[in-house]
């Protein structure tokens, strides 16, 4: 227990030194990755945050748990439009391609801007994309040969040496260690994908299937909820026990539907997650087939809710 308290008080005090440093007019209007806004946020309160860090310094992982962590900043990260935005913390994330020892491998990365609250987000220059838009990060490449311990004051004022060369937008890498980094398409932003998922403007179909999973697991959660997946609920109590049942069946297999999209779509196919949603499903409650799943799903993601199932008298 004590160190769920600790991980929560060590996550206030990262996002509320961030807040303040992204409330200086110095810093905003500038999208920078997690770990840039980590060595910003260091630098400058190292003193407060110092006593949560006794053995490491603050990264962008951290960072980036920590704001997630805080309500307010969350439900507003992706608030990109004029009024939308209490906070004016917004967030994006690119997947950047390092190759790393002749190995490509690719780390997604958040990256942060912060604003006047309710003001939408700055467009970058004609031509360029958000990303382009980041301050470069200098990769001290070095090859180093090590100096020779010996008796001989010869050998002892060899000096080492070092061949320094500078990449832009790039982590800090090791020795002897060459990358390269290129900015490729999120799969995710599909005009296809978007119309499966339904995401609301400038949201990210991930975020959007992830706060349709939270709207059917809240529906479970008492047995009220089932009208939170009513369209205009059920006020004056129509719904049939039989009728409750079945759309806690319906949130139930579209929980397992898109979670199963969030972890392989692209790669498996909608119909897909379906299939699988159906085959698990299917051995805990009254089994459906996926093309059921499918339908519902086409059904809820017009106005995040089911008609009633009485009918318009419901």
Known sequence: MSDVVHLNTKAKAVSDCFTKLANQKTYQCQWRTNDQWARLVWSFYRDVLSPYFIKEDLDGKTLDMALRKD??????????????????IMCRFFSPRLIINDKEIKIRT????????????????????????????????????????????????????????????????????KMQMDYEYDPWDDIKVRKLFAPLED???????ARRIDIFMEARKTVEGYKNLIIGGDPYDNCTEVDKIKLQDKAMYLIAALRFALSSYPKSTW???CEKA?????????????????????????????????????
């Open 271 to 273: 119909s897909k997650c």
């Open 110 to 177: 958040y990256c942060y801007i912060s604003v006047l609250p309710f003001t939408a987000e700055p467009q970058p220059p004609t031509g360029k994309k958000w990303f382009d838009t980041l301050p470069p990060t200098k990769t001290r490449e070095s090859q180093r040969c090590k100096r020779v311990r010996s008796d001989d004051p010869e050998l002892e004022t060899n000096e080492e040496n070092t061949v320094d060369s500078i990449a832009d937008n790039q982590p800090e890498s090791d020795c002897c260690v």
């Open 203 to 209: 949201e990210h179909p991930m975020d959007a299937i």
């Open 278 to 314: 159906s085959e698990t499903c299917s051995a805990l409650t009254t089994p459906y087939c996926q093309r059921t799943v499918q339908d519902w799903w086409s059904a809820f993601k017009v106005n995040d809710g089911f008609i009633h199932p009485r009918g318009a008298e419901g």
């Open 71 to 88: 309500k307010l900043i969350k439900i507003n990260l992706s608030n990109y439009t004029v009024g939308t935005n209490a906070t004016g």
